[in-house]
């Protein structure tokens, strides 16, 4: 007999996805993140950024879940990224760097607040709209990219430079929230890339 989770993904992956933020919410209370030292950050994101990025493709209940769900909740995930108000606030109470801190906090807060005006516009279906969608996700692209490499050179020249993105609440964004958001704009791209895009509503 099939379990409602079988029988549709999408109640499977909201429950997979909370039981990934609780266990970043223990790891990061536990200290252990904060004790490692470079590389080990870095490798621990691009570990979990590869897994999330593969489940989308060989996972049968996320890959159905993954091309199925509204566009614009995923784009939705991208208005987390107003977190870079507050790398402004930590670089101001000299806890960030601002090679780090000021671009990426201006980035981000650029990315998010495009992505809300494009989630007001409305779903990719007009040829218009897919292009805007497209444009955003490669500009998305490039800043969270940017954003970890700097992480990491900066991490790797200073460890401590960077130990605020050890310790929560930012902990949670190598060990869930950056991993999701790449792996997001890796899917969008897939998306629009395809013959068609579903939004429903």
């Given at each position: 007999m099939r379990t409602d989770s079988e029988a549709d993904p999408s109640k499977a992956v909201p429950g997979i996805l909370a039981l990934w933020l609780v266990a970043a919410v223990a790891v990061g209370a536990s200290g252990h993140l904060e004790a490692l030292r470079p590389p080990a950050p870095q490798l621990v994101l691009l570990a979990l950024t590869a897994a999330a990025i593969v489940a989308t493709i060989a996972v049968p209940a996320i890959r159905t879940w993954a091309w199925s769900v509204d566009l614009r909740a995923l784009v939705?995930?991208?208005?987390?990224?107003?977190?870079?108000?507050?790398?402004?606030?930590?670089y101001?109470?000299?806890?960030?760097?601002?090679?780090?801190?000021?671009?990426?906090?201006?980035?981000?807060?650029?990315?998010?607040?495009?992505?809300?005006?494009?989630?007001?516009?409305?779903?990719?279906?007009?040829?218009?709209?897919?292009?805007?969608?497209?444009?955003?996700?490669?500009l998305g692209l490039a800043d969270i990219v940017f954003v970890v490499a700097t992480a990491a050179r900066l991490g790797l020249a200073d460890p401590d430079s960077m130990g605020a993105l050890l310790r929560l609440p930012l902990s949670l964004l190598p060990t869930f929230l950056v991993p999701l958001v790449i792996a997001s704009h890796v899917l969008i791209a897939r998306r629009l890339a395809g013959?068609?895009?579903?939004?429903?509503g």
């Open positions: 939705a995930l991208h208005l987390s990224r107003f977190v870079g108000a507050w790398f402004l606030a930590l101001r109470r000299g806890e960030l760097p601002y090679a780090f801190a000021v671009p990426g906090g201006w980035g981000d807060i650029l990315v998010a607040t495009l992505a809300l005006a494009l989630l007001l516009w409305g779903p990719p279906t007009a040829p218009s709209r897919r292009r805007a969608y497209l444009v955003w996700n490669l013959p068609n895009v579903r939004s429903p």
